[in-house]
């Protein structure tokens, strides 16, 4: 079973999960280094997301509903952390102040 046909049937129906999202996640951690998913806990305004960070900082978050949560690790194949036991990684931290200063720089520029 593919992740798509995962989400589509378990979660979707729970959650209404956009395959579009569920499409996302899959090629992204196909597509990249390293990644890892951190999962973080329904909130007032969002259900279950992932955020999924790859080796360089880079990062992805999508809404994924608890069960699609669950089985995060089988269907991608990779580490799944809960995000308020771990914590985000550095590398997220760092990718992002980079792109700050690369934005400054570039509207300085202009």
Known sequence: MSFLDFLGRSVA?????DPADA????????????????VEPRTTV??????????????TRRVVGERGA????TTLGIPVYDVRKVGYPQRMRDHD??????????QENY
Do not use: C, M, P, Y
């Open 13 to 17: 129906s729970n959650r209404g999960v």
């Open 23 to 38: 499409a996302h996640l899959s090629e992204w951690t196909r597509t990249h280094r390293g990644v890892e998913a951190f």
């Open 97 to 106: 102040a980079r792109l700050r200063i690369l934005q400054r720089r570039a």
């Open 70 to 73: 669950q089985k995060l690790s």
């Open 46 to 59: 969002t259900d279950v997301t992932v955020v999924l960070v790859a080796f360089d900082g880079e990062w």
